[in-house]
Antibody, heavy 120, light 111 residues
Framework: DVQLVESGGGLIQPGGSLRLSCAAS????????MNWVRQAPGKGLEWVSF????????FYADSVKGRFTISRDNAKKSLFLQMNSLRVEDTAVYYC?????????????WGQGTLVTVSS | QSALTQPRSVSGSPGQSVSISCTGS?????????VSWYQQHPGKAPKLIIF???KRPSGVPDRFSGSKSGNTASLTISGLQVEDEADYFC???????????FGGGTTLTVL
């Protein structure tokens, strides 16, 4: 079965940094583009960042551009999100999500999420 | 404020049908046939239930169906079951440099 397991969340002060990880299993990781999507408490989903299968194409939402860096290690079947200069409004559950090969804007598998709380 | 507009809540009785709308613009929902829907139970990860406006992944019951007219997409759930009670989110392709814009989510209550 496809599994995505996030880790690395926690409580951090504004201006701080965190690195999230997502471990993939149950499928061939390399061919798939991956994403981070977040959900603030009681709010809707927000796409955060995309990385192509070879890391050659990377996109960010305007809200995190210049502060967050997405990366992946295909050998270790892992996805990462380095978050710097964190703001209170970055507080959310962060999900890693696989981009389906079958359609655009289609995230076919999601992890359980890791909570990031930015607060003083 | 989310890019796509969904009703905050809908409700129905077991066996009935409900529809959830997802209104965007000519830059997203109206421009592409790439709308997906996700079901999320409390504390759980979202689950893909509709993609490319009308398609269902394997394992999703045919009680779930999708459609689109102009800038509005819709999810219809027929023969409501208690286990359908969840939050539902829509997502649309919105062009280059973004992988998708989401709706704010709709809470379905099965009375």
């Amino acid at each position: 079965d496809v599994q995505l397991v996030e880790s690395g969340g926690g409580l951090i002060q504004p201006g701080g940094s965190l690195r999230l990880s997502c471990a993939a299993s149950g499928f061939t990781f390399t061919p798939y583009a991956m994403n981070w999507v977040r959900q603030a408490p009681g709010k809707g989903l927000e796409w955060v960042s995309f990385v192509s299968s070879s890391s050659g194409i990377i996109f960010y939402a305007d809200s995190v551009k210049g502060r967050f860096t997405i990366s992946r290690d295909n050998a270790k079947k892992s996805l990462f999100l380095q978050m710097n200069s964190l703001r209170v409004e970055d507080t959310a559950v962060y999900y890693c999500a696989r981009l389906s090969s079958r359609g655009a804007a289609t995230f076919d598998y999601w992890g359980q999420g890791t909570l990031v709380t930015v607060s003083s | 404020q989310s890019a796509l507009t969904q009703p905050r809540s809908v409700s129905g009785s077991p066996g009935q049908s409900v529809s959830i709308s997802c209104t965007g613009s000519s830059r997203d929902v109206g421009a592409y046939n790439f709308v997906s829907w996700y079901q999320q139970h409390p504390g759980k990860a979202p689950k893909l239930i509709i993609f490319d406006v009308t398609k269902r992944p394997s394992g999703v019951p045919d009680r779930f169906s999708g459609s689109k007219s102009g800038n509005t997409a819709s999810l219809t759930i027929s023969g409501l079951q208690v286990e359908d009670e969840a939050d539902y989110f829509c997502c649309s392709h919105a062009g280059s440099y973004t992988l998708g814009v989401f709706g704010g989510g709709t809470t379905l209550t099965v009375l």
